[in-house]
């Protein structure tokens, strides 16, 4: 099956500076890779996604980078903001015969200091 | 809230014990899911379901049960064969059993092994 890996775990920044956050995948076959933001308490929630057809995909502050050959995709950042402070988890599709069901990462804990 | 109901928000088991935990949409997706969360472990699928009356394992199924007698309704039973309960629970939904769309979470439910 699909395997997942995030990195960092926990990742502090400044606010104003930028942090980026990595993961691999391990099905060749997957082509959906959706980002989630938690905050503490609270439900997950998408906040962007990337097929496989595309390489980059922006939205305001944030931007995901996809590298297939490579099997590997990235959650950018900008600008941050205390209340971009939550964890996030990186996911990818898979599918087992026509189940379709998503593998998550274990999830990184930014931290924005105000 | 959101279009994916779970409750209750808290439940409390004792040892071996049965518990329920409710989970309804009315978004008329088709999938349904269930994780499990604990602290560094990121969500681990327990099971899910593409179509009514249809159901899979997932990555950690033992010591759970599910039904998917309607739709909107997908419960899950925690059984005294589950060890280590103590967990938080999510629900999601999806519109399709076909890859590429996002999960729409429920809030969760924390259970507690008193």
């Not at chain 1, 997950?44 to 297939?68: C, F, H």
């Not at chain 1, 099997?71 to 026509?98: M, N, R, W």
Request: glycine content about 8%; some cysteine.
């Amino acid at each position: 099956g699909e395997n997942v890996e995030q990195h960092p775990s926990t990742l502090s920044v400044q606010e104003g500076d930028s942090a980026v956050i990595k993961c691999t995948y391990s099905d060749s076959a997957s082509n959906y890779f959706p980002w989630y933001k938690q905050e503490l308490g609270k439900r997950p929630q998408l906040i962007i996604d990337i097929r496989s057809n595309v390489g980059e995909k922006k939205d305001q502050r944030i931007a995901v980078t996809l590298n297939k050959t490579a099997k590997h995709f990235s959650l950018h950042i900008t600008e941050t903001q205390p209340e971009d402070s939550a964890v996030y988890f990186c996911a990818a599709s898979s599918s087992g015969g026509s189940n379709y069901k998503l593998t998550f990462g274990k999830g990184t804990l930014l931290t924005v200091n105000p | 809230d959101g279009g994916i109901t779970q409750s209750p928000k808290y439940l409390f088991r004792k040892e071996g014990q049965n518990v329920t935990l409710s989970c309804e949409q009315n978004l008329n997706h088709d999938a349904m899911y269930w994780y499990r969360q604990d602290p560094g472990q990121g969500l681990r699928l327990i099971y899910y379901s593409q179509i009514v009356n249809d159901f899979q394992k997932g990555d950690i199924a033992e010591g759970y049960s599910v039904s998917r007698e309607k739709k909107e309704s997908f419960p899950l039973t925690v059984t005294s064969a589950q060890k280590n309960p103590t967990a938080f629970y999510l629900c999601a939904s999806s519109p399709s059993p076909g890859q590429g769309y996002g999960y729409t979470f429920g809030s969760g439910t924390r259970l507690t092994v008193v």
